[in-house]
Each structure stands twice: as structure tokens, then as C-alpha cells.
């Protein structure tokens, strides 16, 4: 069911892409900017910030402007609140949410090591998206056996990689979740590059005006050249603009113009042209655009060219979440470290009833049966590890209420009642 991602549709048919080019001819390019404003009232940077859940502290920084399709860092970091200090060996299940809530990333668990850890992603869609963190602590025991202490999660108090570490004692606080908001900004790219005219450099940005570039809805890509050394509009370039996906060119305006000719190359008279075009296919494009002055411009920069990428999201891209997919009778889905951790988390089943756990996550998971309000197990049932996909049946003859965690991250937690 996860599969139904619409970046497997490679189909090879010849795209067919509408193209309408339009000369900005008499429209002062404040309006551009003025327009691509006012399409978002939300806020547009982003500022570091911190959750605190119970004594536990995540601090979350990213880029304070973050671009469609720009490859961010993010970083995180984790602390104990009361003393400030990292905190040791953290496993973390890193979520990506776009704007409509749809699930575009996902990490099984990343560790971290020092309380310290960072990620880069590449955020297609503009607007607030959200990033879910679940931080698990590493406890005393793990699929039954000592964790070495060590590898226990510690709070740092203090050292150095050369002197060794001095901590306080384990912290295994089970699992926290926190989430951040990242505002992502519409597609806005800006090259800077070398004319053929020695001495000249001219700035050419490439900017959407809708915030998102979706299959099947027209989209005017903008292109505004200005002088690299002082910022002023180049009028009169010429440009030649083709766009395509790996080596299939979707659409391709004619040569720009030379000394003599305007062949119906994009003629940007106040140094802005615009093209409006809609995509058939998901996926990456590039645009190569080759540019040239002509004898009337402002700049003599002569010719240059330079390329940029644009991502087209299929509007069908819906991710299932789990919690809401439907489940076959008497099964309970293993979801993973984020709370509900099963769902059902809670199941009331008839006596004689064979329950089947499927591991839909991505982590290895265990079921087994543990005395009610701990994490021992008391020997009823145990699935050992389940790998993702794979599933665990046992069949319920005593009337009765069954705890059971994962081994591995002790902290989900589900019940079968039996009657
Ligand atoms: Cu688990």
C-alpha cells in the first residue's frame, strides 16, 4: 500500500506540455515580487527553538530561510533540562509531514551518540511542514540482555573525546515526542554567472509564482536578470529556455537572438520573462537557459547560460497513515516507537481468538508478554524479533488481561483483553 508513490510513474510517452510564453514587456518587476509576497500570510523564517516534554529538552535549529528543493540542515540536540547537560546514546525517529500532513520521510531510528544529531532534507513542498521527532533512551536491557552500561542513555556532565567522559548516573526515560514546524518557501533560485563580454556578470534568478508545482496545474516560471555588479535590471536579454526531465526535453523555446535575428526566443524588455507551463510527469526537471544581450541592453554581457532544477510534485501523492488503515480482523498492527506504538493499542478479543501482529514499520520490532505495570517479561508469549513485514501469531485460550512491549524499545506498550 505504501508503494503507491507516484515517483515510480517513468512512464516514457511523449510529454505533452503546454507552453505559453509570455513577454513581460511592459511590467516593472516590483510586481513579481510584490505578487510572490502576498501569496503566503504565514510566517516565512524560521528561528531556533526548543521543546521541553517532562525534563527532557530538544533544541531544533534549521536554516532561518528554507527553499523548496534547496537541501537543508537541520540539526537537533538533547538535553536534560535540570542541568543543561547532553544527553548519551538516543535513538530518534525522525518524521517529515508536508503542509497537507501527508508523511514524506521517515527514519526508523537514527542514534545519536553525544545528544547531538542532524539530518539534511530536501522539503518540495512550500508552506508549514512539520517535523515529529521521537527520542527513545536506551536502558538497562534490550531483548532481555545487559546493556553493557556504557551504552546506557547518561546525562554528560562533562569531558572530552581524549580524556574520556564523565556522567551521572543512567537516564533511561523511556520516550519523548516533540514537534517543529519548518516554513518552507516557493521554489527561489539565483545564479550568478560570468558573461562572454570580459568584466560582465549578470545575476539570473528563477522564481514560481504559485507556492507549489503540481502535475496538471499551469505554473509561470519567472526569470529576472540583473547586472552582478550593481543589482540594476539587464534590459533586452534574449534567452533560450529548455526544460527537461533526464535526457527528454519537454519543451524548447527557439535559439536566442543574434546580432540581426529575433527568432522567438524569450525577450525579456525590462530584463524579466516569464513562462507559463504545465507539467505532465512528477518528478525533477532541469532548465537550461542560455542567455544573450542584445545590441539595444543596458549590459553588453554578450552570452551566458546556466541551469536550474525544479521539482514537480504528482498530485495524487497521498501516504497512508497507519493509525487510520483499515485492518483485517483480529490483527494488531505494529506501528513503531511513536505513540500509539499498535494499533490497536488496545484489543478486546473472544477467548480461543489467534491475534496476528504484522510489523508494518520499518524498525524490527518484538511482542512479548510482560507482568502488568513493568517491562518483565513473564514468559506467556514472545514473538522475538519480527522484521518489517513479517508477523507473529498466538493464539489466546485463557480469559484475561495481556500486557506486552517491544523488547527492543521497552517504552510501546499494548494490552489484549481476552473474555
Ligand atoms: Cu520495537
Given at each position: 500500500?505504501?508503494?503507491q508513490?507516484?515517483?515510480?510513474?517513468l512512464?516514457?510517452?511523449?510529454?505533452?506540455?503546454?507552453?505559453t510564453?509570455?513577454?513581460?514587456a511592459?511590467?516593472?518587476?516590483?510586481?513579481?515580487h510584490?505578487?510572490?509576497?502576498?501569496?503566503?500570510?504565514?510566517?516565512?523564517?524560521?528561528?531556533?527553538?526548543?521543546?521541553?516534554?517532562?525534563g527532557?529538552?530538544?533544541?531544533?535549529?534549521?536554516?532561518?530561510?528554507?527553499?523548496?528543493?534547496d537541501?537543508?540542515?537541520?540539526?537537533?540536540?538533547?538535553?536534560?533540562?535540570k542541568s543543561?547537560?547532553?544527553?548519551?546514546?538516543?535513538?530518534?525517529?525522525?518524521?517529515?509531514?508536508?503542509?497537507?500532513?501527508?508523511?514524506?520521510?521517515?527514519?526508523?531510528?537514527?542514534?545519536?551518540?553525544?545528544?547531538?544529531?542532524?539530518?539534511?532534507?530536501?522539503?518540495?513542498?512550500?508552506?508549514?511542514?512539520?517535523?515529529s521527532?521521537?527520542?527513545?533512551?536506551?536502558?538497562a536491557?534490550?531483548?532481555?540482555m545487559?546493556?553493557?552500561?556504557?551504552?546506557?542513555?547518561?546525562?554528560?556532565?562533562?569531558?572530552?573525546?581524549?580524556?574520556?567522559?564523565?556522567?551521572?548516573?543512567?537516564?533511561?526515560?523511556?520516550?519523548?515526542?516533540?514537534?517543529?514546524?519548518?516554513?518552507?518557501?516557493p521554489?527561489?533560485?539565483?545564479?550568478t554567472?560570468?558573461?562572454?563580454?570580459?568584466?560582465?556578470?549578470?545575476?539570473?534568478?528563477?522564481?514560481?509564482?504559485?507556492?507549489?508545482?503540481?502535475v496538471?496545474?499551469?505554473?509561470?516560471?519567472?526569470?529576472?536578470?540583473t547586472?552582478?555588479?550593481?543589482g540594476?535590471?539587464?534590459?533586452?536579454?534574449?534567452?533560450?529556455?529548455?526544460?527537461?526531465?533526464?535526457?527528454?526535453?519537454?519543451?524548447?523555446?527557439?535559439?536566442?537572438?543574434?546580432?540581426?535575428?529575433?527568432?522567438?526566443?524569450?525577450?525579456?524588455?525590462?530584463?524579466?520573462?516569464?513562462v507559463?507551463?504545465?507539467?505532465?510527469?512528477?518528478?525533477?526537471?532541469?532548465?537550461?537557459?542560455?542567455?544573450?544581450?542584445?545590441?539595444?541592453?543596458?549590459?553588453?554581457?554578450?552570452?551566458?547560460?546556466?541551469?536550474?532544477?525544479?521539482?514537480?510534485?504528482?498530485?495524487?501523492?497521498s501516504?497512508?497513515?497507519?493509525?487510520?488503515?483499515?485492518?483485517?480482523?483480529n490483527?494488531?498492527?505494529?506501528l513503531?516507537?511513536?505513540?500509539?506504538?499498535?494499533?490497536?493499542?488496545?484489543?478486546n478479543i473472544?477467548?480461543?481468538?489467534?491475534?496476528?501482529?504484522?510489523?508494518?514499520?520499518?524498525?524490527v520490532?518484538?511482542?512479548?508478554?510482560?507482568?502488568?505495570?513493568?517491562?518483565?517479561?513473564?514468559?506467556?508469549?514472545?514473538?522475538?524479533?519480527?522484521?518489517?513485514?513479517?508477523?507473529?501469531?498466538?493464539?489466546?485460550d485463557?480469559?484475561?488481561?495481556y500486557?506486552?512491549?517491544?523488547?527492543?524499545?521497552?517504552?510501546?506498550?499494548?494490552?489484549?483483553?481476552?473474555s
Amino acid at each position: 500500500m505504501k508503494t503507491q508513490r507516484g515517483l515510480l510513474l517513468l512512464s516514457v510517452a511523449v510529454l505533452s506540455v503546454t507552453m505559453t510564453a509570455i513577454l513581460a514587456a511592459y511590467q516593472p518587476t516590483q510586481h513579481t515580487h510584490v505578487a510572490l509576497a502576498e501569496t503566503s500570510n504565514e510566517a516565512t523564517q524560521n528561528t531556533p527553538l526548543s521543546n521541553i516534554s517532562d525534563g527532557i529538552k530538544v533544541d531544533f535549529q534549521t536554516p532561518s530561510t528554507v527553499y523548496a528543493n534547496d537541501l537543508s540542515n537541520i540539526q537537533m540536540k538533547i538535553t536534560d533540562e535540570k542541568s543543561g547537560a547532553p544527553l548519551s546514546h538516543i535513538d530518534w525517529a525522525i518524521v517529515v509531514k508536508d503542509p497537507v500532513g501527508n508523511v514524506v520521510y521517515k527514519t526508523t531510528t537514527a542514534h545519536s551518540h553525544m545528544g547531538m544529531m542532524d539530518f539534511k532534507y530536501a522539503f518540495w513542498m512550500p508552506g508549514k511542514n512539520t517535523i515529529s521527532l521521537t527520542t527513545s533512551s536506551i536502558g538497562a536491557k534490550m531483548m532481555g540482555m545487559d546493556v553493557p552500561p556504557m551504552a546506557n542513555t547518561h546525562i554528560i556532565k562533562s569531558g572530552d573525546v581524549m580524556n574520556g567522559w564523565k556522567t551521572d548516573p543512567t537516564d533511561d526515560f523511556g520516550s519523548r515526542t516533540f514537534e517543529f514546524p519548518v516554513y518552507v518557501l516557493p521554489e527561489k533560485e539565483v545564479r550568478t554567472i560570468s558573461g562572454s563580454e570580459p568584466g560582465t556578470s549578470i545575476n539570473v534568478e528563477m522564481s514560481t509564482t504559485t507556492p507549489e508545482v503540481v502535475v496538471g496545474k499551469p505554473i509561470t516560471l519567472v526569470f529576472t536578470v540583473t547586472n552582478g555588479k550593481d543589482g540594476s535590471m539587464v534590459t533586452h536579454p534574449d534567452m533560450q529556455l529548455i526544460i527537461k526531465q533526464g535526457s527528454v526535453i519537454s519543451s524548447q523555446s527557439a535559439p536566442k537572438g543574434g546580432m540581426m535575428a529575433m527568432t522567438g526566443a524569450y525577450h525579456g524588455h525590462t530584463g524579466v520573462m516569464t513562462v507559463t507551463t504545465t507539467f505532465s510527469v512528477g518528478g525533477h526537471y532541469i532548465l537550461n537557459a542560455d542567455l544573450s544581450s542584445l545590441p539595444v541592453s543596458n549590459l553588453n554581457f554578450g552570452t551566458a547560460s546556466t541551469r536550474f532544477e525544479l521539482h514537480v510534485a504528482d498530485s495524487a501523492i497521498s501516504v497512508p497513515s497507519s493509525s487510520t488503515a483499515t485492518l483485517a480482523p483480529n490483527t494488531v498492527n505494529v506501528l513503531g516507537v511513536e505513540s500509539p506504538f499498535f494499533t490497536p493499542n488496545s484489543i478486546n478479543i473472544n477467548t480461543g481468538t489467534t491475534l496476528t501482529f504484522v510489523n508494518t514499520d520499518g524498525n524490527v520490532h518484538t511482542v512479548t508478554s510482560v507482568k502488568a505495570g513493568t517491562q518483565n517479561p513473564d514468559g506467556i508469549f514472545d514473538s522475538n524479533m519480527i522484521k518489517p513485514g513479517q508477523t507473529f501469531s498466538y493464539k489466546f485460550d485463557k480469559a484475561g488481561t495481556y500486557e506486552y512491549i517491544c523488547t527492543i524499545h521497552p517504552h510501546m506498550h499494548g494490552t489484549v483483553i481476552v473474555s
